[in-house]
């Protein structure tokens, strides 16, 4: 391939991530087609976090729209942010964290890889991890694959399993900080407004999201992103509890009961009003059924006692 058939946009939420600016930097500098790649960049920042400046992009080439931290209501939340605002029909869309690293020529390897699955394909994993201060990225030949867990709090969460592939393998789980597909993906499953202050389910939702809609996941046969999994360097989102108050709890309640509902978890009983909005729009689909996505996957969720989770929850908080 001699070029890119499109642009690439690359989509960073980063809520006081001192790494987002190197990552932006590694990303257009190990780029093979540089003119290709758009960064969209939302920053929840406070007056005190250094200034994000990306003078060695052209302006043309950053999208960055800076928040104040305490309007920040989640990484799910974010991402529906950087769709809606700063997304603009490029045709290839990568989705990472604002602490990631790249290999050389990662445009053309991702843009190679994905061109040999159907368009309605993503390929998506938990990236291997990288060293804060460290050129070195791991040499490995295994990669992440995305297995199921068990629940936490009434979510289904993911874990991860080293493996050596030969080719992209088909696999039913998404994660949030490794996504690349075409754009138009997120036209047939759109990032979804009413999910603020939720972490835990946002993986498994969109998951099961693209599973109904006929949607494929593939892990990818070679490490090509990296992230940064320690958090101790930097702030999280978690810090604006007693800075929102019962707010940043009643969000997190009402999207942890809008997931229930998509996903047909439990019975939401007199929330279900409160919760509903826009369900056509960002709900299941209607190609493949939820049931079939649980089996496939082996999650059993009829062993939690969602009447007690939603008990404790609703008890602590003050719903009006």
């Known amino acids: 391939m001699k070029n890119l058939h499109g642009d690439i946009f690359v989509s960073i939420a980063c809520y006081r991530d001192p790494e987002v600016i190197p990552t ?12 290709n790649i758009i960064f969209g960049i ?15 992009v052209d302006e043309r080439q950053v999208r960055l729209m800076v928040v104040s ?13 950087i769709y809606k605002k700063l997304y603009r029909n490029e045709l290839y869309y990568l989705q990472i964290d604002s602490h990631t690293r790249f290999v050389e ?31 070195v990225l791991p040499n490995m030949k295994n990669v992440n694959v995305l297995k199921y867990k068990g ?3 009434g979510v289904p969460v993911l874990r991860s399993v080293g ?3 030969e080719e992209p393998r088909r696999n039913y789980f998404w994660a949030a900080g490794y996504s690349f597909c075409y754009g138009a993906i997120f036209k047939i499953v759109p990032f979804d407004p009413n999910l603020k202050n939720l ?18 996941v593939y892990t990818p046969d070679e490490n090509i992103v990296f992230t940064l999994w320690a958090r101790d360097y930097r702030h999280t989102f978690w810090e604006l509890k007693p800075i929102i108050g019962e707010k940043f709890k009643i969000y997190g309640f009402l999207s942890f009961l809008r997931l229930c509902e998509i996903c047909k978890l439990c019975d939401v009983g007199i929330f279900k009003d409160k919760i509903s909005k ?27 006692d969602y009447k007690q989770i939603i008990s404790n929850f609703y008890f602590s908080l003050k719903i009006e």
């Open 163 to 165: 493996e050596r592939l």
């Open 42 to 56: 939302y920053a929840q920042m406070n007056e005190s976090d250094e200034k994000i400046e990306i003078d060695f």
């Open 199 to 216: 972490f835990w389910g946002e993986e498994f939702l969109m998951s099961l999201r693209f599973f109904t809609h006929n949607i494929k």
């Open 69 to 81: 931290n305490e309007r920040a209501r989640g990484p799910a939340y974010a991402r529906y942010v």
């Open 278 to 304: 826009n369900l056509e729009k960002y709900g299941i689909g209607q190609r493949r059924t939820v049931e079939e996505f649980y089996e496939r996957v082996g999650i059993d969720y009829k062993k939690t």
């Open 24 to 35: 932006v930097k590694d990303a257009y500098e190990k780029a093979r087609f540089k003119e």
């Open 151 to 153: 629940m936490r709090e």
């Open 105 to 135: 020529g990662w445009d053309l390897r991702l843009v190679d890889m994905l061109e040999k699955l159907n368009m309605n394909s993503v390929i998506s994993t938990y990236p291997v991890g990288y060293q804060l201060n460290s050129n």
